[in-house]
């Protein structure tokens, strides 16, 4: 009998495996059985997860937001794994600075990526899936999208668009056996919140019920569960991991 998050034959995506949350979820998801490729710029560090993780995984380096990268990286990773079943859309940047100063290059480069480019890796994957009437998309958001925050107007914007865009895609393609599910994190501990300074944190872990900053496996076992079997009756929802900051 298998047990319950077994992922034994499923090949999963994760963009942004060289950073903290993606490295977490991608070593979460080849633990529980999956083959996974491992996405980002950064070549070296994917190849250093990809050597620790060892057989089924693949690395396959792309520049999100560069024009074809994303059906580029679909049709890469179908001939690494034979198809994809689950999509973690998990790259994602920063680019802060109050509105009323924020240029129209920091706004559109964070809805390119965070956007634009998720919506397109969707769509070149959706296809696949409804063929194998089986899909699990996993889009990271975060905390910011639902309650805003100062300095993060494009950062916000492309959050909440997320899951906007995911809901719509969760209807269209449920009758397949495809899901499509937001993680949100709250604060967690990686490279994209380590510049802030101490004051910010002390005064961030007041207002974490918890009374620390997440860890990038806390989001991990909410992929690896959004990824199985047992979640096929969840969709078009948005899990908040955050400690209890906000509870949404
Ligand atoms: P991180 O360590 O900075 O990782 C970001 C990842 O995104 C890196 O692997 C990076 O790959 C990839 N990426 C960025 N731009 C890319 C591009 N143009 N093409 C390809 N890959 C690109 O940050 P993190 O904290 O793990 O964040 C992961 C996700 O969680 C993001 O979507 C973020 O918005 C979300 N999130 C984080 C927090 C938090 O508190 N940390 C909270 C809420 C939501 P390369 O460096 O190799 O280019």
Not at 101 to 110: F, G, H, P, Q, Y
């Amino acid at each position: 009998m298998p047990s319950l998050f077994d992922l034994s034959g499923k090949r999963v995506l994760v963009t942004g495996a060289s950073g903290g949350i993606g490295g977490a979820i991608a070593r979460g998801l080849h633990g529980a059985g999956a083959q996974v490729v491992l996405s980002g710029t950064r070549t070296d560090l994917l190849n250093v997860l990809s050597d620790e993780l060892g057989d089924g995984a693949h690395v396959l380096t792309a520049a999100l937001g560069v024009e074809g990268a994303e059906e580029k990286l679909i049709k890469e990773s179908i001939d690494a794994l034979g198809s994809v079943d689950i999509l973690v859309n998990n790259a994602g940047i920063t680019r802060d600075m109050l509105s009323m100063r924020l240029s129209d290059k920091d706004w559109e480069e964070v809805l390119d990526i965070n956007l634009s480019s998720v919506f397109r890796l969707c769509r070149a994957t959706v296809p696949v899936m409804m063929k194998n009437r089986w899909g699990r998309i996993i889009n990271i958001t975060s905390i910011v999208g639902i309650t805003g925050n100062a300095g993060q107007a494009n950062y916000a914007a492309s959050k909440a668009g997320m899951i906007g865009m995911t809901k719509s895609i969760a209807q269209e393609v449920a009758p397949r056996g495809i899901t499509a599910n937001c993680i949100a994190p709250g604060f967690i501990a990686t490279a994209m919140t380590e510049d802030l300074s101490n004051l910010i944190k002390e005064k961030l872990l007041g207002a974490i019920p918890a009374r620390r900053l997440g860890k990038p496996d806390d989001i991990a076992g909410a992929a690896i569960y959004l990824a199985s079997e047992e979640s096929a009756y969840l969709t078009g929802q948005t899990l908040h991991i955050n400690g209890g900051m906000a509870m949404v």
